[in-house]
Each structure stands twice: as structure tokens, then as C-alpha cells.
């Protein structure tokens, strides 16, 4: 039997861990700390290769056990169909319970990125739906997939991050935090957003995937794609819904996303990679960073900690 | 790049070692005005960590809040939220990553205002290096020995003196040698490994990633350079010590126990104890979701099964069975207080230690330490970002070591049961026993009777320094001295203890625990009796001698430091120790891969490098009898 058994990474890099091995334990630790201390905790799945990563570590902290906790969507109803395909097809696989919430008064109202702003209908569409679902779902704690090198605002925020009754976050008011000490405990009403991928940095979610296989939704590939031009960035045309002006007409172009959002409100770059190797090589190269193709965070400055402080994940 | 792409297996390669690359997490530090978050901004911009976009944003935020002029101000860059730019100070540390050809960095960028230490605690935790800024033109300032003192109380080990904008005193070695001199003066006794002074100017780079061509005079490396080479030793050494998080049933024949390994390696096979309970069983499987593993080590997240149906949960550490973690009800600790509203002594709050949470309440504060002046003060509550050594009750034992040999079992945190704040921090010094409650019958004849009798007052005189400083031969020439004056006396030498009373200890940091506590105990009985008692024992942690002086009345207890350097004693090899430690015969030999932490506050420091053993003797001589022992 024993010669059977890998040897650790201890063994094998004389007692060091390679820094994705490092960032993996730290992230599996925070998951189970969640599941031990909170009563009734949420995953929440955006489908983006950050919550496929994040997914990946979750199946990895309670083998052999299923996660005990479910997956939670907020669908705007506007994002990529591909993405919306992938959802279904993984949470068959890991075999996880999938709720998914839209913001039906939202949805009723007809509200779209076209006819409100991209602002408005964030906070209507994401936002909102995602604090009503916390609320209606009683969830104690959520996971985000966030990363602190993300945007300067998420790079102040904790891994335990304490939201009120109301779902608010005092930034000015943060829990000191330390070692890997996390304090859960809340009252009724409060919850805690938790951030198992907070250290990591986007090189390391691509070498992950590459080094693990992770499945990711295939928009990540380069793959030519209708996209139209405005204000210097490229749409893709994911459906007729898409209002067109008469000088825009959709063009096959090479294209894949960075990050993916709701489709109008997330720009893709030309890309002709299309193999995760291609892909990490880019990212090397890159000197715009991946936000940079998230619409939202340009409305204003400061906008992303505004949003977080309402609510927003 | 290009010829990466050409040729996969390269780029596969160079993935490879981006991985392989060392991690080193680092804290800043320094007040509003010494460029803290512009060396941050500095360091991501040399090391092309900004995208354009992030530029494009830098620009414009420099115009609205910028304030220098029409440079880019790179403090914009990670000052993350809006009261913080708009004030134009850190109020909560903010996490930056970058990477260099060698190594990769997490910063943590830590604000410098007192009312926020507690935020730069909490960054101070998880780092193994400080960078504390100093303005070259204002030099040493109290918020500076307040940051070096939470960066030495968080166990940080190592320190960089960073002395910022010595372009604005004219990049003048003289300025650079004075701040050093003084900061090396009061930091001395914060017992860092490592202090590397570097002159800097954040603005302009000089020095940060280039060599200065202004300061032809420093010889000395770079940041960046000292940064990627700085070896901060390794975490998790010592025995087995593995907290269960969670207990993982996914079926009636499957039950393991999860968690991260927190110190030593779990191989199959090893047999393992609960802490709690004193159960002993062998692992019988290592699991991971990538196979099954015939060892993990410290820091890897696995599940554990054992050979025996134990009862264990949530809470419980398994440890090495012949080298177990202290379990019991009672410790000294050092106390950062994190809230507003004051710590009590006798208030019960929540303790959350490892995973396990208890109920504790602080029965004594010993007294505080003003963290800018380090002098100890008397106190009956805690404020805000006040420390202090206090004694800890916890309501049920625990498993718990000494922050200073682990910070996992060492460190924790204090919870308020109604507010759910974190409300203190806290590291453990030294566990405290059961017998320190047993009260002792009163006997008639007592110590000062005997000591009359004797006409000396007892004392114990502790000789601490490294080994071959010169310890037992200055006390043997102090008792030779002592008997020639009809004193009584006793020497306790370490060694020689360690051939009886203590033949059954080795050299683990438990054993060796051990070995001074019961040299202690029996110097107190001896001082019970009326001797003037002399011991000699390298005692390298403060934690252990501050152990023995508390068992002592003030007065009876005098710390020697025998202050021999390194070099010297090591040249003079008496046994020959040092020549196998440095083969690597002798595993955690003090000064060569165990640290000797130097005296805070010694009665006596001898300089053994420099006078005959003879006139040290005298010196102790000429010591007791200015304080009225002889």
C-alpha cells in the first residue's frame, strides 16, 4: 500500500510549498472555517473563472464529503447565453444545489442597461437581487470570489467582511483581522461576506486553472464573435436585444473576455488566444488591467467602494 | 517573451518558476508624512505592476487630490477608499502584491496614526518582515518606536529601517548615521534578528529598485534587493501540532478530521494524541481530494483519520504523543486592546485560539507598557491600543504553546459576547500551572529567619548568555569570592542539573521549558533556604526568564546578561558545540539556528568580550554588596 500514496509537496520540494500550494491551504482553510462556524452558508456562483476557481477549492476542503452548503446565481437576465448554459452543466457536475434568483419587480419594470444606465440598473438588477435573496434565504454568511488586487477598495477589505442588517459595509469600521483568525460571530439579520480568494492575484487564478484543469466557460477563448465598437469598446452581440444604431453593424471579430459580466455592460479585447497557455501568456503581457473591461467601475470615481457599501459584492 | 511563445516547453518552464518563487509577506510602516504608501506606489510602478488604465486614473486623482505638484502622486495609487484620499492619510491596512525576478510580495500597507494601531496589527500579523519609514529630515519620532515595538510584540523578526526623502537633507551620510545610531539604540532591546538601514527616496527611487547615483558613500543593498534575498526563516517547525477544524462524516464508515497542519509533519502511521483528552491513536490515512498522501506538512490543508474510534470535534488538536502542547487553564500573555470601550479584569469574553473558542476572562493585569516610551506602568483596565501582560483564565483547559515558538497555538483573539466585536489580540507568553493556586502552609521559621542566621539576604543570580560566554566560569570565580567572605552560597550550573534532576530532558523548546523550570523551582527553594544561589543557563527566550523572575519576590531574582558576541564565543568552543552545529550535528543550537533573544532589562550586563573573568566577577561582587545582599 504505501508505495502507492503520492508524496507530499513537502517531500517533494523539500519542505517548501510552491506559492499556489500555499494560496490553495489558505483558501481551503477559510471555506471549512465558514461551514464549521455558520448555520445556513452561500456560495455565490458568478460563473466567472474566478467562481470556478473558487468552486474547484470548495469540492478540494471537504473531500470526501459534498460541500454542505448551496450555490447561489443572481441572474440579471442579460448575461452571456454561453454563461447561463455553463451554470447549469456545473452544477450538475459538482453536484450541488443551484439557487437561482432574479429580481422579479426589477424584471417586471423592464429595467435594462439601455433604458436606465448602467448604474441604476446594477444596483436594481445585482445588487438588489442579491440582498433580497440573503434576506429571503436567511443565508448567515456568502462567499464572493473577489480578489484584493482587483480594484483599491477590495484591497482594504477583510476575508471575514462584517455586512449589517441591511446588508452595508463600514469600511471606516473593519474587524481587525489577524493571522488567520476569523471571527463569525454575528446577530440575527447580520452576516459576514467571506473572500477565500482575497490573496490571490489574476496570474495566479490562470496558472491554477491551467495547473488543475479547472473547466471555465468557453468565452475566455479567443473565437471569432459579432461585436460592435462603442466608445472604444468592444460588445459582443449575445442576442437581439442588443438596441443597434444604424451606423453599427456587427462584425466577426477575433475576440475573448478577461472577465465576464452582463453582456452589455462587458467589453472583450482582441485576442487571438485561444488555449489556456495563450491566454496566460497575454495576461503577462498585459498593461490594462482586467477591470479595466468591467463598465461599471468607471462611472465615477470611488464608484466600486459606493457600491460595496450598499451592498454589492 | 516572444521567444517564450516560440517555444512552449520555455514558457511552460518559466510558469514553472513563477510558482516556485518564494513568498514574502511585509508590512509598512510610518506616519501621515514619512511616504509610506508613496514607496508602496513606488515599488508597483518600478516593478511595472500598473496598468494603463490604473495610470490613466493616477493622473487624474493626482490633479483633484494630488500633493506634489504635478508629479504623479503615487500614494493616490493605494490609499483605497474615499476618507482616505480625502484626508490624504491610511485609516486600514490595504493588501498589495508584486513580484520581482526572485521572489513574490504581499504588502501589507499599515496606517501610522495611533488611534489605528490596531489596524496595523492586524496587518502586522501575517508578516515576517517590517519596513519602518523614517523622515531622514525629523529622524527618530515616537510614532517610530511605536511601530517597532507592535512590529517586535506581533513576533516580527526582522526589520528594515527605510530612512525616506534623504534627497531633501541633501542625500547627507551624516543625517543617515545619526538616524540609524538612534533608532539602533532604543530598538535593541525589541530583540529583532535583523535591522537593515537603507537611505531612500520613495518620490524620485533612489535606492528603492536603482542604486543611487546621489549616495556614492551607501554600500549597502538595495530595497528591492534586500527584500528579495532577506532569509525570515520558516514557519511551522517543531512537533506535530494539527487543530481540528472540522469533522468530516460524509457516510457512516468515513470519519476524518480536517484542517491545516499547524506545526511539524503528520505521516502515516505517527501516533498522535488529543490534546484535550490525552486519547492516543496512529493515523491511519492521509486524504487529500488529489490522493491519499503518506506525510502532509505545516501549512497543508488535509484530513486526517485514525487507526481508533476517538472522540474528537471542532476544537481539539491532535499533537505528536511524545511531545505534547501545554493543556491547561491558565497563561500569561501579552494583550493588544482593540476597543473603544475598556478590557476589565474579571469580564468574560469569548477566546479564540487555533479553532477552538472558549470562554476566558483576564484575572490580573501584571501592568501595561506604554508603546511609546516601553516603560511599564501600573494599570486596572485597558484602553484602546493599550498593551499589557496579563494573566488570561480561560473556563475549560487548552492546548496552547508559546507565540514566540508557534503562532498558531500561541495567538489569539478576544471577542466581546454582546457587540460580537473583536475587541483584543492576544500572544502567549507562558502557561501558567494549577500549583500557582495551591496556597502553601505558613511555617514559622522562614526565609528571613534563615537568612539572618546566614546575614546575607538570599538571592538568585542568573546567568544568561550564550553558550561558551562565560557563564559558570564568572560564577564560579563570584562564588569562590562569596565563600572567601563567609557568604553561603549555591551553584546551580546548567550542565551539571542536566545530569541529574533533569537527566530525563533533551533539547526540544518543551524540554528545554522544562529544564529551566525545575532549575527555577529549585533555585526558589534554595532561596527559601537562605542561600545566595548562582545559576548559569544559556536561557535564550525572554518568555522562560521572565517565568523564573516571576516566581521570585522583587528583589530576589538578578538577571546577569554574560554579553559575549557571537564570533567570540563561538571561537572559544570550549566542547567543541558550535564546530557540530554548524555541521548540523546539533539541531537548535542557540545563536546558530535558534535564537538568542537578548535581555530587555538585566540587573548586570558584563561585557565578556572585553574584561578579564576576574574583574566581571568583581563587578557582581561590588553589585551585591551596593544592594545590600552582603
Given at each position: 500500500m504505501p508505495q502507492t500514496r503520492l508524496p507530499s509537496p513537502a517531500e517533494l520540494a523539500g519542505d517548501k510549498l510552491t506559492h499556489l500550494q500555499r494560496l490553495e491551504a489558505e483558501s481551503i482553510h477559510i471555506i471549512r472555517e465558514v461551514a464549521a462556524e455558520f448555520r445556513n452558508p452561500v456560495m455565490l456562483y458568478s460563473i466567472g473563472k474566478d467562481s470556478s476557481v473558487m468552486l474547484h477549492l470548495t469540492a478540494k476542503a471537504f473531500y470526501p464529503s459534498k460541500p454542505p452548503f448551496p450555490l447561489l446565481h443572481v441572474d440579471t437576465t442579460w448575461k452571456f447565453r454561453e454563461m447561463i448554459a455553463f451554470r447549469d452543466e456545473t452544477a450538475k457536475r459538482v453536484g450541488m444545489d443551484l439557487i437561482v434568483h432574479t429580481n422579479e419587480q426589477g424584471l417586471r419594470e423592464g429595467?435594462?442597461?439601455?433604458?436606465?444606465?448602467?448604474?441604476?440598473?446594477?444596483?436594481?438588477m445585482k445588487t438588489d437581487a442579491l440582498k433580497q435573496a440573503l434576506t429571503q434565504y436567511k443565508f448567515d454568511a456568502a462567499f464572493g470570489g473577489a480578489r484584493r488586487d482587483e480594484e483599491k477598495s477590495r484591497a482594504k477589505e477583510r476575508i471575514f467582511s462584517f455586512r449589517t442588517e441591511n446588508h452595508g459595509w463600514d469600511p471606516k469600521n473593519q474587524r481587525p483581522e489577524l493571522w488567520n483568525l476569523y471571527n463569525a460571530r454575528i446577530r440575527q439579520g447580520e452576516s459576514i461576506r467571506v473572500f477565500p480568494l482575497s490573496n490571490w492575484t489574476e496570474l495566479d487564478i490562470w496558472q491554477y486553472i491551467l495547473q488543475e484543469n479547472i473547466p471555465i466557460v468557453p468565452l475566455y477563448f479567443a473565437a471569432k464573435r459579432p461585436v460592435v465598437e462603442r466608445d472604444g469598446q468592444l460588445i459582443m452581440v449575445d442576442d437581439d436585444r442588443l438596441p443597434l444604431a444604424k451606423s453599427e453593424v456587427p462584425?466577426?471579430?477575433?475576440?475573448?473576455?478577461?472577465?465576464?459580466?452582463?453582456?452589455?455592460?462587458?467589453?472583450?479585447?482582441?485576442?487571438?488566444?485561444?488555449?489556456?497557455?495563450?491566454?496566460?501568456?497575454?495576461?503577462?503581457?498585459?498593461?490594462?488591467?482586467?477591470?479595466?473591461?468591467?463598465?461599471?467601475?468607471?462611472?465615477?470615481?470611488?464608484s466600486m467602494e459606493k457600491k460595496k457599501r450598499e451592498g454589492y459584492f | 517573451m516572444d521567444a517564450l511563445r516560440a517555444d512552449p516547453?520555455?514558457?511552460?518552464?518559466?510558469?514553472?518558476?513563477?510558482?516556485?518563487?518564494?513568498?514574502?509577506?511585509?508590512?509598512?510602516?510610518?506616519?501621515?508624512?514619512?511616504?509610506?504608501?508613496?514607496?508602496?506606489?513606488?515599488?508597483?510602478?518600478?516593478?511595472?505592476?500598473?496598468?494603463?488604465?490604473?495610470?490613466?486614473?493616477?493622473?487624474?486623482?493626482s490633479r483633484k487630490h494630488g500633493t506634489v505638484g504635478d508629479d504623479l502622486d503615487f500614494a493616490l495609487l493605494v490609499d483605497g477608499l474615499e476618507a482616505e484620499r480625502e484626508q490624504g492619510i491610511t485609516i486600514d491596512v490595504a493588501y498589495r502584491f508584486f513580484t520581482t525576478d526572485k521572489r513574490k510580495f504581499i504588502v501589507a500597507d499599515t496606517p501610522g496614526h495611533e488611534q489605528y494601531t490596531r489596524n496595523m496589527a492586524t496587518g502586522a500579523s501575517n508578516a515576517d518582515l517590517a519596513i519602518i519609514l523614517v523622515d531622514a529630515r525629523k529622524g527618530v519620532l515616537t510614532q517610530t518606536r511605536r511601530h517597532s515595538f507592535i512590529a517586535s510584540l506581533l513576533g516580527i523578526r526582522h526589520v528594515v529601517l527605510a530612512v525616506n526623502k534623504i534627497d531633501l537633507v541633501d542625500h547627507s551620510q551624516e543625517v543617515f548615521g545619526e538616524v540609524v545610531a538612534e533608532y539602533r539604540e532604543f530598538s535593541a532591546e525589541l530583540g529583532f534578528a535583523s535591522m537593515v538601514p537603507i537611505p531612500i527616496s520613495a518620490r524620485f527611487g533612489d535606492n528603492v529598485m536603482e542604486r543611487s547615483p546621489n549616495m556614492p558613500w551607501y554600500e549597502g543593498p538595495t530595497l528591492v534587493e534586500h527584500l528579495e534575498t532577506v532569509d525570515v526563516g520558516a514557519h511551522g517547525s517543531g512537533p506535530l501540532r494539527f487543530p481540528v477544524q472540522w469533522v468530516n462524516r460524509p457516510d457512516l464508515n468515513f470519519r476524518g478530521f480536517s484542517g491545516t497542519v499547524?506545526?511539524?509533519?503528520?505521516?502515516?502511521?505517527?501516533?498522535?494524541?488529543?490534546?484535550?483528552?490525552g486519547r492516543t491513536s496512529r493515523i491511519k490515512s492521509i486524504l487529500t481530494y488529489d490522493g491519499e498522501r503518506a506525510q502532509a506538512g505545516a501549512g497543508e490543508a488535509v484530513t486526517i483519520t485514525l487507526e481508533d474510534e476517538v472522540d474528537i470535534s471542532r476544537g481539539d488538536v491532535l499533537a505528536a504523543s511524545n511531545d505534547r502542547p501545554e493543556f491547561s487553564d491558565q497563561f500569561s500573555a501579552h494583550v493588544l486592546w482593540m476597543a473603544q470601550e475598556k478590557m476589565i479584569p474579571g469580564r468574560t469574553y469569548l477566546l479564540k485560539l487555533g479553532t477552538r473558542t472558549v470562554s476566558a476572562s483576564v484575572t490580573e493585569i501584571k501592568h501595561k507598557v506604554d508603546v511609546n516610551t516601553f516603560q511599564k506602568l501600573a494599570a486596572k483596565t485597558l484602553d484602546l491600543n493599550e498593551v499589557a501582560v496579563v494573566n488570561v483564565s480561560t473556563q475549560e483547559?487548552?492546548?496552547?504553546?508559546?507565540?514566540?515558538?508557534?503562532?498558531?497555538?500561541?495567538?489569539?483573539?478576544?471577542?466581546?459576547?454582546?457587540?460580537?466585536?473583536?475587541?483584543?489580540?492576544?500572544?502567549?507568553?507562558?502557561?501558567?500551572?494549577?500549583?500557582?493556586?495551591?496556597?502553601?502552609?505558613?511555617?514559622?521559621?522562614?526565609?528571613e529567619v534563615r537568612a539572618r542566621l546566614k546575614n546575607q539576604k538570599p538571592v538568585l543570580l542568573w546567568f544568561t548568555g550564550l553558550s561558551g560566554a562565560g557563564k559558570s566560569t564568572i560564577a564560579n570565580l563570584v562564588e569562590k569570592k562569596l565563600v572567601a567572605m563567609n557568604q553561603h552560597t549555591y551553584l546551580l550550573d546548567g550542565d551539571n542539573v542536566r545530569?541529574?534532576?533533569?537527566?530525563?530532558?533533551?533539547?526540544?523548546?518543551?524540554?528545554?521549558?522544562?529544564?529551566?523550570?525545575?532549575?527555577?523551582?529549585?533555585?526558589?527553594?534554595?532561596?527559601?533556604?537562605?542561600?545566595?544561589?548562582?545559576?548559569?543557563?544559556?536561557?535564550?527566550?525572554?518568555?522562560?526568564?521572565?517565568?523564573?523572575?516571576?516566581?521570585?519576590?522583587?528583589?530576589?531574582?538578578v538577571e546577569i546578561?554574560?554579553?559575549?558576541?557571537?564570533?567570540?564565543?563561538?571561537?572559544?568552543?570550549?566542547?567543541?558545540?558550535y564546530k557540530r552545529a554548524r555541521q548540523g550535528q546539533?539541531?537548535?543550537?542557540?545563536?546558530?539556528?535558534?535564537?538568542?533573544?537578548?535581555?530587555?532589562?538585566?540587573?548586570?550586563?558584563?561585557?565578556?568580550?572585553?574584561?578579564?573573568?576576574?574583574?566581571?566577577?568583581?563587578?557582581?561582587?561590588?553589585?551585591?554588596?551596593?544592594?545590600?545582599?552582603?
Open positions: 429595467i435594462s442597461p439601455f433604458t436606465h444606465g448602467s448604474s441604476t440598473y446594477t444596483n436594481i462584425q466577426e471579430r477575433m475576440v475573448r473576455f478577461r472577465t465576464l459580466g452582463c453582456y452589455p455592460l462587458t467589453a472583450a479585447i482582441e485576442s487571438p488566444a485561444s488555449t489556456l497557455h495563450e491566454i496566460v501568456y497575454e495576461m503577462l503581457l498585459a498593461r490594462t488591467s482586467e477591470r479595466s473591461g468591467r463598465l461599471i467601475d468607471h462611472d465615477e470615481a470611488g | 516547453a520555455a514558457f511552460t518552464d518559466y510558469l514553472d518558476r513563477q510558482q516556485n518563487k518564494g513568498l514574502l509577506r511585509f508590512l509598512t510602516c510610518g506616519s501621515v508624512d514619512d511616504g509610506k504608501s508613496t514607496l508602496i506606489g513606488r515599488l508597483l510602478y518600478d516593478t511595472k505592476l500598473i496598468f494603463e488604465d490604473q495610470l490613466a486614473s493616477l493622473e487624474r486623482d499547524a506545526s511539524g509533519t503528520a505521516s502515516v502511521g505517527d501516533a498522535v494524541v488529543v490534546a484535550s483528552s483547559p487548552i492546548a496552547f504553546e508559546p507565540y514566540s515558538s508557534n503562532h498558531v497555538m500561541g495567538g489569539f483573539i478576544m471577542i466581546d459576547r454582546l457587540t460580537n466585536l473583536t475587541v483584543g489580540v492576544g500572544m502567549i507568553d507562558f502557561g501558567l500551572r494549577r500549583a500557582t493556586n495551591i496556597h502553601w502552609q505558613p511555617v514559622e521559621i522562614d526565609k545530569h541529574g534532576l533533569n537527566k530525563d530532558l533533551g533539547f526540544t523548546d518543551a524540554d528545554r521549558v522544562e529544564n529551566l523550570r525545575r532549575a527555577s523551582e529549585a533555585g526558589k527553594l534554595m532561596v527559601d533556604a537562605g542561600l545566595i544561589v548562582l545559576a548559569s543557563f544559556i536561557s535564550p527566550f525572554r518568555a522562560e526568564r521572565r517565568m523564573t523572575r516571576e516566581l521570585f519576590a522583587p528583589g530576589e531574582y546578561f554574560v554579553d559575549t558576541p557571537l564570533h567570540v564565543a563561538e571561537s572559544r568552543d570550549p566542547k567543541g558545540l546539533i539541531k537548535n543550537f542557540t545563536g546558530i539556528d535558534s535564537p538568542y533573544e537578548t535581555p530587555e532589562s538585566p540587573e548586570i550586563i558584563l561585557a565578556a568580550g572585553v574584561n578579564s573573568p576576574d574583574a566581571l566577577a568583581d563587578e557582581v561582587v561590588h553589585y551585591l554588596a551596593g544592594h545590600g545582599y552582603i
